[in-house]
């Protein structure tokens, strides 16, 4: 149906940057949200940041100034730059995008694989 291909990610120590991509495809008409989701071992999955439909973007404060959202709705990718990263800030990353898959359906949910982010100190 829909597939949401992620990319990226990787090891840096503390103050390196990193970058992580999501590229939808799939029976697509048009894509609403678009976001970005961090999960630590033994928390819950947290949202990082966000993106309307309209190109309108969100961050958390703890990110807001260091991670940039950004989507390319003609290519279907959305990225996610991390600068500056911290150790708390290591985790696995997961995109997210609400789909409606024809003119006449609904808004459905779907979820990347998820890219590790390791940042050491």
């Known amino acids: 149906q829909v597939q949401l291909v992620q990319s990226g990610g990787g090891s840096v120590q503390a103050g390196g940057s990193l970058r992580l991509s999501c590229a939808a495809s799939?029976?697509?008409?048009?894509?609403?949200?678009m976001a970005w989701y961090r999960q630590v071992p033994g928390r819950q999955r947290e949202l990082v940041a966000a993106?309307?439909?309209?190109?309108?973007?969100m961050s958390t404060d703890s990110v807001r100034g260091r991670f940039a959202i950004a989507r390319d709705d003609a290519k279907k990718i959305m990225t996610l730059e991390l600068d500056n990263l911290e150790p708390e800030e290591a985790g696995v990353y997961y995109c997210?995008?609400?789909?409606?898959?024809?003119?006449?359906?609904?808004?459905?949910?779907?979820w990347g694989s998820g890219r590790q982010v390791t940042v050491s100190s």
């Open positions: 997210k995008a609400g789909v409606q898959m024809t003119k006449s359906s609904t808004i459905r949910t779907f």
């Open positions: 799939g029976i697509i008409f048009t894509i609403d949200d």
């Open positions: 993106s309307g439909p309209s190109g309108s973007t």
